[in-house]
Each structure stands twice: as C-alpha cells, then as structure tokens.
C-alpha cells in the first residue's frame, strides 16, 4: 500500500545545532504538508508544498519538495528549545480526501 | 472561539467495556477524521467522514465505530472487539480538500485496565 517513510526516527541536537528530517514517498504526491506535534500537544499545520522543486521558508524553517514530488525535508537552522517535539510530514492517499503520514522525527534540543 | 474540543481528555475503563470519544467542531468544516497515535508509529487514519450521515473506514477501523449525524460531532466508539485499545486519539477536521490543513483537537488518551 502506499506509503510515507520519514527518518530519521529521532534526533537529539545541542541548541545551536542543525536540525534535518526526510520524508520520502512510494507514490508521486499532489501535495505534502508538514504538521508539529508538541510534548503532550496535538498535532498543528505548519506549512504545504505543491509544485515540483519548492522551497518555502519560516524563519529557521526551510521546506523542500523534490523535483520528482516524491520526498521532501525539513530543515531547522540553528535549533532553539522552543523546536522540540514531532514533526510529521502527509501526504494524500491515492483515493478520498484524506491524509497518510509518516511516523514522525522526534526532536530534543539540549541547552 | 472556533476550534475542534474533545472530551475527556484522559480516560480509563476496564477491559471488555465499550467507551465512546467525543469530537466537536465548530469551523463550519465538512470533514472530520480519527486518528489513533501510538508512540513510533505516527498517526492512522481509524475512521473519516466527508459529509452528513456518511464516513468510511480508514486503515485501522476494526474494534471502532462511529457516527455523523450532524456536522459538528463525530463521535467515536471503541468496542470490546479492538484488541489493543489503549492509546492517544485524536480528530481533526477540514473542508475535505487533500490541499486543506487538518485542524487537531486537543486529544483523548485512553487506558484500558
């Protein structure tokens, strides 16, 4: 079935350091969005790429599509304590209005 | 305040016993969606609903049940049947576009005794 894979599974960074999480796809992807989940917390959107070779940045935060739309990444420069937590990306199912995402990249930051 | 509420947000039962999870939203959205979160293994898609009076099963519906008969609430059931029930939940909603951000509820975290 298809599927979202995601490494690296978790990641423990000295504050200051960089952070970089992939997200790799059996299938081409219309679209993916990246989601952060909070200790304790649910889920919240952070941003969604659509075209082939996008970049889109937050502040610290870089997103990338692939040319083949099939992964993308996440990368944080220079991580705060404030950047702890899961961060997931989705991507839609073949069929119906819905989402499959990945396992998520547990991210702790020490200070 | 617009937003997704579920309700409670920690929960216990004893084994063999049916619970059901509630889900409200008031963002006027078509679609709502389970998701049931295990620890390393993201989230599953249990059960999502498009419109009134309709929903589908997702990747992990056995053990589950739910019901949309108006488009605010979402309920959902965890039965006696579902094996390994315990474990965090969480519904979301949205406009049922795959380019719509899904918007979370706070969660329920059940524990089966």
């Known amino acids: 079935g298809q599927q979202v894979m995601q490494i690296p599974q978790y990641q423990h960074v000295q504050e200051g350091e960089d952070f970089t999480t992939y997200c790799n796809s059996s299938?081409?992807?219309?679209?993916i969005q990246w989601y952060k989940q909070r200790p304790g917390g649910h889920p919240v959107f952070l941003i969604q790429?659509?075209?082939?070779?996008e970049v889109k940045k937050q502040k610290r935060l870089t997103f990338q599509f692939g040319e083949a739309k099939k992964n993308s990444s996440l990368h944080i420069t220079a991580t705060q304590t404030t950047d702890v937590g899961t961060y997931f990306c989705a991507g839609p199912m073949e069929y119906g209005n819905k989402l499959v995402f990945g396992a998520g990249t547990i991210l702790r930051v020490k200070s | 305040d617009g937003g997704i509420t579920q309700s409670p947000k920690y929960l216990f039962r004893k084994e063999g016993q049916n619970v059901t999870l509630s889900c409200e939203q008031n963002?006027?959205?078509?679609?709502m969606y389970w998701y049931r979160q295990d620890p390393g293994q993201g989230l599953r898609l249990i059960y999502y609903s498009q419109i009134v009076n309709d929903f589908q099963k997702g990747d992990i519906a056995e053990g589950y049940s739910v019901s949309r008969e108006k488009k605010e609430s979402f309920p959902l059931t965890v039965t006696s049947a579902q094996k390994n029930p315990t474990a965090f939940y969480l519904c979301?909603?949205?406009?049922?576009?795959?380019?719509?951000?899904?918007?979370f509820g706070p969660g329920t975290r059940l524990t089966v005794l």
């Open positions: 979301a909603s949205n406009t049922g576009s795959i380019y719509n951000e899904q918007f």
């Open positions: 963002l006027n959205h078509d679609a």
């Open positions: 790429l659509v075209k082939s070779g």
């Open positions: 299938t081409t992807l219309s679209n």
